[in-house]
């Protein structure tokens, strides 16, 4: 099983602040399987990006994703008040398809 | 547009059985592979099971195997997830979540709402 470690655990910023979230892989998550998803309380996940940094529809252009083999980054370039929830990262490569713990970015 | 419903969810006591559904709109359902997903509460996202679009196969995680098992009914688009044996550590909400292509290793796009699962005596 693939284990996702997602740093840091909460991050305290403010609106218009820079996000750097990261999500490190026990082994490699091959051909950049690697997803991001965003949860706000009393809602279902929402795909962000996908392989690594392809944004899923209809996502704003004000998140990125880069990373490859282990190391993956989701950065959120200016934090809109909407963008404050938990973020998860997932691999799905191979089963059992795993999530990594969060990070939520509070205010 | 797509959407996912879940159903099904209740209170139940450890040992007992329930069988979850997700109506499926807005897509061909026998397209996409698809998953439960759950998540207790206060906690994070934990893949349940999946089902591959021709029902060919299909993927546990290890504590449900031999407990859970995922199904799927094109002709009524509805997937379904029976459980039984349940216990305490499997109380949580439930979603159904779609696969973004037809690829059993791809990422999804469309989540229900989910439905919750409380296993209490």
């Known amino acids: ?107 | 547009q797509v959407q996912l419903v879940e159903s099904g969810g209740g209170v139940v006591q450890p040992g007992g059985s329930l069988r979850l559904s997700c109506a499926a709109s807005g897509f061909t359902l026998s397209t996409y592979g698809m998953h439960w997903v759950r998540q207790a509460p206060g906690k994070g996202l934990e893949w349940v099971a999946f089902i591959r679009y021709d029902e060919s196969y299909t993927y546990y995680t290890d504590s449900v195997k031999g407990r859970f098992t995922i199904s799927r009914d094109n002709s009524k688009n509805t997937l379904y997830l029976q459980m039984s044996s349940l216990r305490a550590e499997d109380t949580a909400l439930y979603y159904c979540a779609k696969a973004i292509v037809g690829s059993t290793w791809s990422p999804f796009d469309y989540w229900g709402q989910g439905t919750l699962v409380t296993v209490s005596s």
């Open chain 1, 1 to 107: 099983e693939i284990v996702l470690t997602q740093s840091p655990g909460t991050l305290s910023l403010s609106p218009g602040e820079r996000a750097t979230l990261s999500c490190r892989a026990s082994q490699s998550v091959g051909s950049s399987y690697l997803a991001w998803y965003q949860q706000k309380p009393g809602q279902a996940p929402r795909l962000l990006i996908y392989g690594a940094s392809s944004r899923a529809t209809a996502i704003p252009d004000r998140f990125s994703g880069s990373g490859s083999g282990t190391d993956f980054t989701l950065t959120i370039s200016r934090l809109e008040p909407e963008d404050f929830a938990v973020y998860y990262c997932q691999q799905f490569g191979t089963s059992p398809w795993t999530f990594g713990q969060g990070t939520k970015v509070e205010i």
